[in-house]
């Protein structure tokens, strides 16, 4: 288990973004006296990758899958901003339709009804009343059709 | 404990607070979401009342003259249709702004 350098995972860890608490790699493999080698040399390193490979391979695996949930989650987030905005310009988009809609509703309306007044304010009226009711008529119809054109 | 052992107990205490930042993100998000959707239906019914009100106050007025010139005139059937017409049009945005408010997941 021991002499196994963490300075590599550190690295790995920092440049994904994820801060590990930074644990010292100075533990080294013990020796027997008589043993000449180094305690870092390259083949007490290898030795131990291989003894902790399974948990190496764990380590990794758990980077991996907090990499996941954050990019999981960013895209999760991403979608409600988009929800909200897409609200809001419904909304702004219900409000203009509504006023251009009465707006047109409201103008047909006057035109019609001033039409009505001023029949109504001559004292002597030029037009028959049958006449009036023609004009006023065909004046509705052709708001009408202005409106679906 | 062996150094790999520190090391999976960090990583397991880094991947409980990312879990946890993550899960607060997602409710304050959400949270937000909501209040959005409250608002845009606020404003939706702002505008519906607003128009309503705006063809209320048009139609009596168009009523009025109206019933002036129907004594003159007699029914006009047009007209009385383009009564009908915006008193549903009335109608119809009171039954949009009374709609449950669905809320979407």
Request: charged share 30%; net charge negative; with cysteine.
């Amino acid at each position: 288990m021991k002499g196994f350098d963490l300075e590599n995972v550190a690295e790995v860890n920092q440049s994904e973004g994820i801060n590990l608490p930074e644990v010292k790699s100075t533990t080294t493999v013990s020796k027997p006296e008589n043993d000449s080698t180094t305690t870092n040399s390259p083949q007490t390193i290898t030795q131990a990758a291989a003894q902790n490979f399974s948990k190496i391979l764990e380590l990794a695996g758990g980077l991996v899958e907090i990499k996941k949930m954050k990019v999981a989650s960013e895209a999760v987030l991403a979608k409600m901003e988009a929800d909200r905005k897409i609200l809001l310009a419904e909304a702004e988009a219900y409000v203009d339709k509504m006023n251009a809609a009465t707006k047109s509703a409201v103008d047909r309306m006057n035109v019609i009804r001033l039409m009505m007044q001023d029949y109504n304010q001559q004292s002597s009226p030029n037009i028959t009343s049958e006449d009036f009711k023609d004009i006023i008529t065909k004046t509705i119809e052709d708001l009408g059709r202005m409106k679906n054109e | 404990m062996s150094s790999i052992d520190y090391v999976s107990l960090a990583l397991a205490a880094i991947k409980d607070k990312v879990k946890q930042e993550i899960a607060e993100e997602f409710r304050e998000s959400y949270t937000k979401l909501l209040e959005t959707e409250v608002q845009a239906r606020r404003t939706k019914v702002q505008a519906d009342i607003l128009e309503m009100s705006k063809l209320s106050i048009e139609l009596s007025k168009f009523e009025v003259t109206y019933n002036e010139i129907k004594c003159q005139c007699g029914t006009i059937e047009s007209v009385e249709n383009k009564i009908l017409e915006i008193r549903k049009r009335i109608r119809l945005i009171s039954e949009n702004k009374n709609k449950p408010l669905i809320i979407r997941m």
